[in-house]
C-alpha cells in the first residue's frame, strides 16, 4: 500500500517536472525574441495570466485542456518551435495529472424498509373485492328499506274517482250519483259585423296626352352635334367675336345663338352635324375634312349643301 502511495506521488512529481521544463522551453524562445508577455498577448490575443501559466507550468490555472492546446500550438508557432512536439509533450502532462485526481466516492443513503410493493398490491385488491360482494348482497336483498307512499287526502279523492274513471272504458265504469254542477254566468253574444257600403268613385274618361310646350322664343335653332372630334369654330362675321374656338368630342353638342351673321368653320366636316329646328341640315351630308364660312342661317341650311363663302381678304398695311 504504502509502495503505491510513494509510486503516485513520485508520478505527480514527474508530470509537474515535465510540464515545468516545457513552459521553462516557452519562456526561453520568447527571451530570445526580445518580446514581452504584454506583446505576445495582444498579437496571439490570448490573455497574460495564461501564457504566464503556460510558462511557469501550473496547469490547474489553465481552462479546459481543449482551450489549452490551441494556447500551446498558437504560442509555439509564433515563438518558432515544433507546435506538434509541445503539444504532444503537453497533451501528456495534462493527461496524467487528470487521471491522477482520486474520485471521491460519496455514500448514499440506504432507504428506509417499508412493506414489500406486492404485499401492497394484494392488501388493495382484497379490499376493493370485499367492497363490491358488501355492495350487491346489500342490492339484492328482499327487505331493503322503502320510502312508503302517504294515502290519498280525503280532499283529493274525488278528483282521483274521477280521473280513474275517465281512464277506464264506457263499459266498465260504474254509475256515480249525478253531482249537480253549478251553472256559470254566460257571456255576452259577440256582436254582428255589419257591412258598410263603400262609395266606389265613377271612372273618369281617360286624360289625353298633354301637347308639349312650344319652345321658348329665345331657344336656339341651330344645334351643332358631333360624331367624333372636330374642331371648330364659330364667330361673328360683322363684330369679329368668336364664340366657340376649340376641339369638339363625340357625344358633344353647341347651341348657336339665334343671331345673323354667324359662320362655321370645321376641322372635320364627316364628324359634325347641323340641326336646325330639330331636323339635321343636308349642308355637311357629303362634305369631308376642313370647311370654312359656313353661314349659320336656318333657311339657308334647310335647302341644298351650300358652297362656303369666300373669306374677305385682310386689307394690306
Known amino acids: 500500500m504504502f509502495d503505491n502511495v510513494k509510486r503516485f506521488s513520485r508520478n505527480q512529481e514527474a508530470l509537474a517536472v515535465d510540464a515545468a521544463r516545457l513552459g521553462d522551453e516557452l519562456r526561453a524562445a520568447r527571451e530570445v525574441l526580445g518580446t514581452s508577455l504584454e506583446d505576445m498577448s495582444r498579437h496571439l ?19 479546459s485542456p481543449a482551450y489549452t492546446i490551441g494556447f500551446v500550438r498558437n504560442y509555439a508557432s509564433a515563438l518558432g518551435l515544433d507546435a506538434p512536439e509541445m503539444v504532444r509533450r503537453f497533451r501528456d502532462a495534462a493527461t496524467g495529472v487528470a487521471a491522477s485526481k482520486t474520485a471521491l466516492v ?3 443513503p440506504v432507504p428506509e424498509r417499508g412493506f414489500p410493493a406486492g404485499v401492497t398490491i394484494l392488501a388493495g385488491a382484497a379490499l376493493l373485492i370485499g367492497s363490491y360482494v358488501a355492495w350487491y348482497s ?7 328499506s322503502v320510502d312508503a307512499v302517504p294515502p290519498v287526502p280525503a280532499r283529493l279523492e ?3 274517482r274521477d280521473g280513474e274513471a275517465l281512464r ?4 266498465a265504469q ?6 249537480p254542477v253549478q251553472s256559470t254566468p254566460s257571456l255576452p253574444p259577440l256582436p254582428v259585423p255589419v257591412q258598410v257600403p263603400v262609395q266606389v268613385p265613377a271612372t273618369s274618361a281617360p286624360a289625353a296626352p298633354a301637347t308639349p310646350a312650344p319652345p321658348p322664343a329665345d331657344a336656339s335653332r341651330i ?12 364667330r361673328d362675321a360683322r363684330s369679329g367675336q368668336v364664340l366657340l374656338n376649340q376641339v369638339m368630342r363625340a357625344g358633344e353638342s353647341f347651341p348657336v345663338p339665334n343671331r345673323e351673321g354667324l359662320l362655321l368653320t370645321t376641322g372635320s366636316a364627316q364628324n359634325t352635324e347641323i340641326v336646325v329646328d330639330g331636323q339635321v341640315s343636308p349642308a355637311l351630308s357629303a362634305a369631308t375634312g376642313v370647311r370654312r364660312n359656313i353661314a349659320l342661317a336656318p333657311d339657308q341650311l334647310r335647302g341644298q349643301p351650300q358652297a362656303p363663302r369666300p373669306q ?4 394690306r398695311q
Not at 138 to 144: C, L, M, T, Y
Not at 223 to 234: I, P
Request: hydrophobic letters at 45%; charged letters at 25%; proline letters at 14%.
Open 106 to 108: 460519496f455514500p448514499e
Open 158 to 160: 274525488p278528483a282521483a
Open 138 to 144: 346489500w342490492s339484492g336483498a328482499g327487505d331493503r
Open 174 to 179: 260504474a254509475p256515480q250519483a249525478q253531482i
Open 312 to 315: 374677305p381678304a385682310a386689307p
Open 223 to 234: 344645334v351643332l352635334r358631333f360624331k367624333g372630334d372636330a374642331w371648330t369654330q364659330v
Open 45 to 63: 490575443r490570448i490573455r497574460r495570466v495564461y501564457l504566464a501559466a503556460l510558462e511557469e507550468g501550473r496547469l490547474k490555472d489553465l481552462p
Open 168 to 171: 277506464l272504458p264506457p263499459q
